[in-house]
């Protein structure tokens, strides 16, 4: 026997169980491609708003920290503070009032189209207040509860990017911290924010167990 012929016959013995294994091995899995089901994400957004209480003009900044399912549904917590020069108020009291407020609690935003660059949703959050005003002579505070549903447009700069706008209506349980001033602090808000983060946690798969037989 030449010692090609024999180099050829020891490969071929060496190579058909490697490949008889992978075959078998190969046949335990079935090869699919999941990169499109993204299931979980967690963000931090940034939000800046501009709205009215009673005719006066209110800034607003928020944060919020959140959880994302599906790209369907977040859940998190956020904290807002908003200010207003209140110049139009029953002005019998002297001077000019402002208005802070300190208000946070439950976020939870619902989204359609959620596998397209723009998204619509649904944010809404409940929670508690801190609301002082103060004036050149008195300086008065209460707690409310707060409701803020609104609607927003989302766009999916990438990954770990989005960018939001929108609109919010905020409801508040009634307050007393001066009379004939202020009674809540229901008013629309228009808002633009970021959420940076990352919107895929998941590893993409490849491969799963084929059924048994």
């Known amino acids: 026997m030449k010692f ?7 490969l071929i013995i060496l190579i058909t169980p490697q490949t008889y294994s ?12 999941d990169r499109k089901n993204i299931v979980h994400g967690v963000y931090l957004g940034l939000d800046f708003g501009y709205g009215q209480i009673k005719k006066n003009e209110t800034t607003s900044m928020g944060i919020k920290l959140a959880y994302v399912v599906n790209k369907k549904m977040e859940i998190g917590i956020t904290t807002k503070a908003l200010y207003s020069d209140l110049r139009s108020v029953d002005r019998s009291f002297g001077g000019d009032f402002d208005l802070l407020v300190i208000y946070g609690g439950l976020h939870s935003e619902n989204i359609l189209l959620s596998t397209s660059k723009f ?33 927003n447009i989302l766009y999916n700069l990438s990954r770990y990017v989005q960018f939001e706008a929108g ?8 307050i007393d911290p001066i009379p004939n001033i202020l009674d809540n602090i229901n008013g629309f808000s228009i808002g633009l924010g970021v959420k940076m983060g990352v919107f895929n946690l998941n590893k993409n798969r490849y491969k799963k167990k084929a059924p048994k037989k």
């Open 119 to 151: 998204n619509f949703s649904f944010p809404f959050l409940i929670g508690i207040g801190h609301i002082q005003v103060s004036g050149p002579q008195l300086k008065n505070t209460d707690i409310t509860l707060i409701a803020e549903p609104g609607v």
């Open 4 to 10: 090609k012929e024999s180099v050829l016959i020891i």
């Open 22 to 33: 992978q075959e078998t091995k190969n046949q335990d899995y079935i090869e699919f491609n």
């Open 167 to 174: 609109i919010k209506y905020r409801i508040s349980s009634p």
